[in-house]
């Protein structure tokens, strides 16, 4: 079962020979000064110690041995022997310093992955090698790449301020500067990297109800907690007035995003009835694509659809779904997008 | 356009047959949009190899690389399987109680089944085990030599079980019994479909539904009795219609295929033993073919009154390719196969 073998990366990271191939195969006669010391040192390797017996294995049991060990009040309370990382970071100077964040004993640890995601497994076997083949673009032998030249300004004169400043945008207001698109290499095949939830609901002003149970569905559909945004300003056609709570969003990532949009794809989106796909007219120009659904299409989600009668009728809202790729335009995003199987209709952008 | 292209378009142009007129047009074309305010190149910065005119001339082939993409996800390694669960319980510890009454109201059949579950496992989630994420004895998340929840199969026998138990009328029966064969046929749960199929078992390779966790290639017979992608010489077309037709002259009409791409994937450079003189008054010294990538949507290949010679198919994974062709094709060929 070659496929029960450790990733590749990792196996060959493991079974690589360090030393270069001509010294593969030393000659039988070779000594060194240090071969009889280590075998005075260890004579015997750990790995040659059989395990315990199948007996010992069979009876051992954690909790019996934690009681009888704890009996008669004998041991340390535990605050006396098991570490407990500070409540609040006192600096780079303080003796007491928390562990990392990657450590089951940090306050700030997440535990997971939790699975290897489906769509992950398909982008990595079949997806990705496809869009290198279809985005490739040929140079032909001997060809260098024309120099780029400096898309922003410099600071003119010798005034002592313009001295290590950063360089200035360019004139004018209408000249966005886009994302530049490099060659296209296997290191930079366009990938998910981020999912975003938005939900809107201006009735939230005059009931906060409508916000709670938004932030439940967002929660429910996307695995992730919710932030609640305030109105930046007022708008009257919108009936949004500055400071109030009206909105909020879920922003997922890797495991979460991977399936999250499975789920959207093949779940939810078939179950809609004339659904046209995506607009074509998406896009941000940098390669995120974003497509709305009515609160019709958020119940069919399964995980809202299990106990659909636990939330308010009428309060399930229509969310915005934006999926950030790392792609530099719209036209690789929306390919990669339409290998994961998301359609688009009408005219396409870009 | 600005300088510097035009002056690259004269220099691919004065390069005379050593560039070919794709790559003639890929210089003059603009490469992005940065390319649009490129600085002016002096002539030395592209350097096109000059030409030698010579009389020796190579065959050039199209080969189409027909594949089928995995169909389910890998088995797991042991190791992966471990971490997965040993994350899984370190989440029981870490997150905050399930809300059993956004789920379950009180006093209903289903919030009694769930009391009776939870019971019996601990825990809401019913695929770890019976842990409990929660109390004293939470620090005890390892399992023991020779435990099986982190076994996927035990896991998915586990769901199904759970699933398929839902409790007789009265409340109180034991769940043994309910796993009698009293169970009527409309709470059977649909069992997962083997990952193993009998193509696997019987390793038929005519079949496109042996290994599925793999991507299989589509190999041919040639009448040498060599085994090769299928391929063919092409005259006045693009390689992706070459593809096109040599899947159709090969295999037949009955597959729905995709040619990925305009661009070949990889070559095989094959030399005669002595040069042949050609039509044209060329001397042919060997043959190159440049491989399409294809992939199988539906259907089977079928050789019946093919028009390339070709005797026999397989579908294999890159392993066994390995130890069907020869070794110069294999050092040719191996880089564009996917390890999966």
Redesign the interface.
């Known amino acids: ?8 990366r990792t196996a060959s990271t493991l079974l690589r020979d360090a030393r270069p191939a001509i010294c593969a195969a030393p000659p039988a006669s070779c000594r060194y000064a240090s071969t009889e010391a280590v075998k005075q040192v260890e004579d015997n390797s750990s790995f040659s110690i059989p395990p315990p017996s199948e007996q010992l ?2 009876t ?1 049991d ?2 019996a041995r ?1 009681r009888l060990r704890r009996r008669g009040g004998k041991q340390l309370p535990p605050s006396r022997y098991q570490f407990r990382p500070p409540k609040y970071y006192r600096g780079p100077l303080h003796p007491h310093q928390p562990p990392p964040v990657s450590d ?1 004993a940090s306050r700030l ?8 995601p ?1 769509l992950e ?2 982008y ?3 997806i990705a ?2 869009l290198l ?2 985005t ?14 400096q ?1 922003l300004r410099e600071w003119q004169g010798d005034h002592p301020y313009f001295k290590n400043r950063p360089l200035r945008p360019p004139r004018g207001k209408g000249d966005v500067l ?1 994302l ?2 490099p ?1 296209r290499t296997f290191r930079n095949i366009p990938k998910i990297t981020k999912v975003t939830l938005h939900s809107m609901v201006p009735l939230a002003q005059s009931n906060s109800a409508y916000l709670h149970i938004a932030g ?1 569905a967002l929660q429910a559909i996307s695995n992730v907690r919710i932030t609640p945004h305030k109105a930046r300003h007022s708008v009257v056609q919108w009936e949004v007035r500055e400071g109030r709570f009206v909105s909020a969003t879920s922003t997922m990532e890797r495991e979460d995003a991977q399936h999250f949009l499975s789920k959207l794809i093949d779940v939810v989106l078939p179950r809609i009835k004339e659904w046209k796909g995506v607009p074509g007219s998406t896009g941000d120009g940098s390669g995120n694509m974003s497509f709305g659904m009515t609160p019709d299409q958020v119940a069919l989600f399964p995980e809202i659809e ?2 659909y009668d ?1 939330y308010p009728p009428k309060m399930i809202p229509g969310c915005y779904i934006t999926i950030h790729t790392d792609a530099t335009n719209d036209k690789d995003a929306r390919l990669l997008l339409q290998a994961i199987g998301l359609p688009f209709y009408g005219k396409l952008k870009g | 356009m600005n300088t ?1 292209q035009q002056t690259t378009r004269r220099l ?1 142009a004065g390069a005379g047959r050593s ?2 007129r ?3 047009d ?2 003059s074309r603009k ?5 649009a ?3 002016q ?1 002096d002539d030395s ?5 000059p030409v030698s005119q010579t009389q020796d001339s190579f065959r050039i082939n199209t080969g189409v690389v027909l594949s089928r ?2 169909q389910i ?8 399987s471990a971490f ?1 669960l040993y ?2 319980r ?2 029981e510890r ?1 997150a905050l109680p399930f809300t059993r009454y ?2 379950y109201k009180k006093r209903t059949t289903a919030d009694l089944e769930w009391k009776r579950k939870i019971k019996e496992r601990l825990t809401p989630a019913r695929d770890i085990g019976r842990y409990k994420g929660y109390g004293d ?1 939470a620090w ?1 998340d ?1 399992l ?3 435990a099986k929840e982190s076994d996927i199969h035990h896991q998915v026998e586990k769901l199904i079980e759970d699933a398929e138990d839902t409790g007789s009328p009265d409340g109180d029966v034991a769940p043994a019994s309910n796993a009698s064969g009293t169970k009527k046929e409309a709470d059977k749960i649909e069992r997962p479909m083997p990952r193993i199929t009998e193509a696997d078992l019987k390793n038929d390779v005519k079949s496109l539904s042996r290994q599925l ?3 299989l290639y589509l190999l041919v017979k040639d009448k040498e009795g060599r085994w090769i992608f299928p391929q063919d010489t092409f005259g006045k077309e693009t390689l992706h219609n070459a593809a096109g037709r040599i899947l159709v002259d090969s295999c037949g009409v009955n597959m729905n295929t995709w040619v ?2 305009n ?1 070949p ?1 990889g070559h095989y450079q094959r030399d005669y033993l002595d040069a042949l003189k050609t039509a044209s008054g060329f001397n042919e010294v060997g043959a190159k073919t440049f491989f399409m ?1 294809a ?1 199988i949507m539906a259907g089977q290949a079928n050789l019946k009154d093919n028009k390339l010679g070709l005797t026999d198919f397989k579908w294999l994974v890159k ?1 066994e390719i390995k130890n069907e062709v020869d070794r110069h094709y294999w050092h040719s060929v191996k880089n564009m196969l ?3």
């Open positions: 079962m070659a496929l029960r073998e450790l990733p590749f294995a069979k051992f954690p909790i934690s089951p640890f997440v535990p997971g992955p939790f699975s290897l489906r497994q398909t990595q076997s079949t090698s496809d083949t279809l490739y673009q040929h140079y032909p032998p001997g060809y260098r790449a024309p120099k780029v030249t898309r886009r530049l698109t060659p439940m299990v106990n636990a | 510097g691919a560039v070919c794709s790559c003639k890929t210089l490469y992005a949009s940065a390319a305010a490129a600085v190149t910065s592209q350097h096109i190899p993409p995995p996800t890998r088995d797991l390694h042991p190791l992966e997965f994350q899984r370190l989440n870490t956004f789920y004895e005890n390892e023991l030599v020779g966790q793999r991507t990925v791409g661009a994937i990538k992939r392993d996917a390890e999966r």
